[in-house]
C-alpha cells in the first residue's frame, strides 16, 4: 500500500515538472513558429479584440467531419490558447457538412460570425452563408437567423469564403468561390441586406484570376483587395492582390504576394491581414501543407510579416518556418 502511494506521488511529482517546464518552455518563446498552433487547421481569419489576437479557422478534415469550429487567441503571437467548438451544427439546424471560413466581426458589444456551409452546388440544396452571434469573442455562438442569410448563386458565385468588411459606419459582405466575388450592403442588424442606388443587391466585382478567399483592408486612403488563386488541393495555391480607390473597385489585379516555396511549403493561401493600428507592423495569417504532406486537408496555419514598399505596394512574402517575433498590442 505504501509503496503504491510512493509510486503514485512520484509519478504525480513527475507529471507536475514536466508540465511547469512545458510552461515555462512556451512562454520562453521568442518566435511563433510555423505552424503557429497544431493541429490541420485552413482559411484562417485573424482580428483584435482588445488586447488579444485572434484568429478563426476552418477545421481542414473531410466535408462530413468538417462540422465544428474551434478559435485561437493570443497576447502576442507567440502562445496561443484553443477554444474549442464555438459554434457547430447542434446550434445552426440547416448546417450538416462543409462548415468552411469564418469571419468575425464585433458590434455593439455583440459577436458576429459568419460561416459558410453544406458546400450546396446548386440553388436546390440547402446551404450557403450563415451567421452566429455571441456574447465574447470565444463564444458559445448561436444561429442568428435560422437560416442561411445567402443561400443562392448571384453572379455565378458560389455561396462560400465570406468577409466582413466595415467601411466608417457601414458593413459589407465580400463572398464567393467557384471565380466570382460579390460584394453586399449589410443591414445594420446583419439580418439581410440593403439595396444599391440601383436596385441591386449583390455586385460582381470579380478580378482577373479570381478563384475565392476574398479579403479587403484600407491603408492609407486605399483599398486593398486580396484574393486565392489556384487549386486549394495543389501546389500554387496562392495569394494576389488589386488595390482601389472604392470597395466597389474596379480593382485591377496587381500580382501574387504569397505563394509557395518548395524548400518549406506548399499550397500557401486563403489568408487574412492583422494589423495593430498603433503598430507599424502588419502580418498575413494563412494556410500552406508541410512537404511530408500530399493529403489536401493536411492544411496548417501559419503567419508571416508582411511589408509595404514606397509607393503602397506589398512585397511578396517570405514564408518562413520561425514565423513572427512576439508582439504585444499596443
Not at 503504491?4 to 518563446?29: E, G, M, P, R
Request: charged share 25%; net charge neutral.
Amino acid at each position: 500500500m505504501l509503496k503504491n502511494l510512493f509510486n503514485l506521488k512520484t509519478l504525480l511529482f513527475s507529471f507536475l515538472i514536466v508540465t511547469i517546464n512545458y510552461q515555462t518552455n512556451a512562454q520562453d518563446k521568442k518566435t511563433s513558429g510555423n505552424p503557429i498552433f497544431p493541429g490541420w487547421y485552413a482559411d484562417p481569419e485573424a482580428i483584435i479584440f482588445g488586447k488579444k489576437y485572434w484568429i478563426y479557422p476552418t477545421f481542414s478534415a473531410p466535408y462530413g467531419k468538417q462540422v465544428f469550429f474551434d478559435a485561437f487567441s493570443s497576447p502576442d503571437l507567440v502562445n496561443w490558447t484553443k477554444h474549442e467548438r464555438i459554434l457547430d451544427t447542434a446550434s445552426v439546424k440547416w448546417a450538416k457538412r462543409a462548415m468552411w471560413a469564418p469571419s468575425i466581426i464585433e458590434k455593439d458589444k455583440k459577436y458576429y460570425l459568419f460561416f459558410g456551409a453544406n458546400d450546396i452546388q446548386s440553388d436546390k440544396e440547402l446551404g450557403g452563408i450563415g451567421v452566429a452571434v455571441a456574447d465574447k469573442p470565444e463564444g458559445p455562438y448561436k444561429d442568428l437567423l435560422g437560416k442561411p442569410l445567402v443561400d443562392k448563386f448571384h453572379n455565378g458565385a458560389q455561396p462560400i469564403d465570406q468577409f466582413v468588411y466595415k467601411d466608417k459606419d457601414e458593413y459589407y459582405l465580400i463572398y464567393g468561390g467557384w471565380r466570382h466575388c460579390n460584394i453586399a450592403h449589410l443591414k445594420k442588424d446583419f439580418t439581410g441586406f440593403i439595396p444599391f442606388e440601383d436596385g441591386s443587391i449583390f455586385k460582381e466585382i470579380t478580378p482577373e484570376s479570381y478563384v475565392e478567399g476574398p479579403f479587403m483592408f484600407k491603408k492609407d486612403g486605399k483599398y486593398y483587395f486580396m484574393w486565392s488563386e489556384g487549386g486549394w488541393t495543389g501546389p500554387n495555391y496562392s495569394v494576389a492582390y488589386a488595390i482601389a480607390d472604392s470597395p466597389f473597385g474596379p480593382f485591377k489585379r496587381i500580382g501574387k504576394i504569397l505563394q509557395q516555396n518548395p524548400e518549406i511549403a506548399t499550397g500557401a493561401g486563403h489568408h487574412s491581414v492583422i494589423h495593430d493600428p498603433k503598430s507599424k507592423d502588419w502580418y498575413i495569417v494563412y494556410h500552406r501543407r508541410p512537404l511530408s504532406e500530399k493529403d489536401g486537408n493536411s492544411r496548417a496555419t501559419c503567419i508571416d510579416k508582411m511589408y509595404f514598399d514606397e509607393q503602397g505596394l506589398i512585397k511578396p512574402v517570405i514564408i518562413t518556418n520561425e514565423g513572427v517575433e512576439k508582439s504585444s498590442i499596443k
